[in-house]
């Protein structure tokens, strides 16, 4: 089986109306963070995702995969002819992430949990 998609995020240059708009279109709970900027968003179900606030750039959805090494598999990725855009980035208590744009400049994000470090 391939590596599955464990969190989403969704960037919006004003994130709280998108909280209000995903709240009420989906049912979501979304516990809003304001030192980050960001929303948690609890769908009841996996994967989880978040709205994060992104003034200078479009609006946006990326997907996050799970990997056992956020570093081995960027440079799987650049190998294929990515670009990396975030190196490995530690999030407390939730493990790693880390970031490339596809060929095609499509925004996939890796997520590696504590566990696997």
Known sequence: MGNPIVHFEIGWPKPKEAVKFYSNLFDWDIE????????????????????????????????????????????????LGATVVLPKTAIPNVGFIGAFRDPENQLIGLMQGLKEE
Do not use: C, F, R
């Open 32 to 79: 809003w963070v304001d030192e980050m900027n960001y929303g948690v968003i609890k769908t009841g179900d996996e994967p989880g995702g978040g709205i994060m606030g992104q003034e200078d750039n479009p609006p946006h959805l990326t997907i996050y995969i799970h990997v056992d090494s956020v570093d081995d598999y960027l440079a799987k990725a650049e190998k």
